[in-house]
């Protein structure tokens, strides 16, 4: 327990006193909290058309219209709902998968890490790409599909990852005074496996959402998604099919663009703190940088001659 609250105390002085976390968490929260408010924020309904076709940015429009008409500033923000739910909902269910699967495999051993193991490597052998792409085009368009079928192809890696952090973490001493002690198999990976995998697990769940959201942009971008929901992959998919680089309506596809950009630019700053609670070498670089000392480079370095 002394371990966890070790970490704990360290992941909080850690992510509170740095400034990548602090503007990726500002960027990520300004962009959660007005897409939440897009009911009350988004001026027209982003569904229908309110103005003329591609009109550029002006008082009416802020953010100018698509090639339907309709408000760019209102569909990026009720895109922004769509998008980050299911975004977060896929990064939740690979990474609740993934742990299952690495815990169960890694602690109980024998014939059940032999099968746990057999399918996460038949899941990371398959090509994720084509797989996904069939997949999306055989079921029912919506967000729901789109969750389960990069919920299906996006659980296995991680699943390794867990394994062999709690493979190390199964030989450590107080693995075994726990099972000296009586506690029972599920009760030690809930209470002392689960929480000393925290940045691991923090880490892969980060990396989870920027994935999640650029493979759903990238699907509707093909056309694989509901061209009917507003999201800021389909906002991208209308500005391709209405020619909006040819004609120069910029606008329609440098919104969503960027919002999909400072998303991922901002999990990814606050990813970089978190891997470096895990990541000692990095911790301790980070700290000689502070104190104002710099690592020599390979060229710089005096060859020393020994004398047998």
Request: aromatic share 10%; hydrophobic share 55%.
């Amino acid at each position: 327990m002394a371990l966890v609250d070790t970490f704990g105390a360290r992941a909080r002085r850690q992510l509170l006193g740095s400034v990548p976390v602090a503007i990726g968490v500002v960027i990520l929260g300004a962009l959660i909290i007005v897409c939440a408010l897009a009911r009350w924020l988004a001026p027209y309904n982003p569904t229908r058309a309110v103005g003329g076709i591609n009109e550029p940015p002006s008082l009416a429009h802020l953010f100018g219209t698509t090639g339907q008409g309709q408000d760019v500033l209102s569909q990026f923000l009720y895109g922004g709902q769509n998008t980050l739910w299911v975004a977060f909902a896929i990064a939740v269910l690979t990474t609740l998968i993934a742990l299952v699967v690495a815990l169960t495999s890694a602690y109980f051993r024998g014939w059940v890490d032999d099968t746990l193991t057999l399918v996460s490597n038949v899941f990371l052998v398959i090509p994720g790409l084509p797989l996904v792409v069939v997949l999306a085009a055989f079921l029912p368009p919506g967000s729901f599909t789109i969750i389960i079928v990069l919920t299906l192809t996006g659980w296995a890696f991680g699943a390794r990852l867990f394994r062999s952090q709690a493979l190390t973490l199964r030989e450590r001493e107080f693995i075994a005074a726990a099972e000296d002690v009586g506690e029972s198999r599920w009760r030690i990976v809930a209470v002392e496996l689960l929480p000393n995998m925290g940045s691991v697990v923090a880490a892969y769940f980060v990396n989870q959402v920027i994935f999640a959201i650029t493979a759903q942009a990238s699907l509707e971008f093909l056309g694989l998604g509901n061209g009917g929901q507003v999201t800021w992959g389909t906002m991208l998919f209308w500005a391709q099919n209405t020619s909006a680089l040819i004609r120069g309506a910029w606008w329609t596809f440098v919104v969503p663009g960027m919002a999909i950009a400072l998303t991922a630019f901002s999990l990814a700053l606050i990813n970089n703190a978190v891997d470096e609670l895990g990541n000692p070498r990095l911790r301790a670089d980070r700290l000689l940088r502070r104190a104002g000392f710099r690592k020599p480079s390979a060229s710089l370095m005096t060859p020393v001659k020994r004398n047998d």
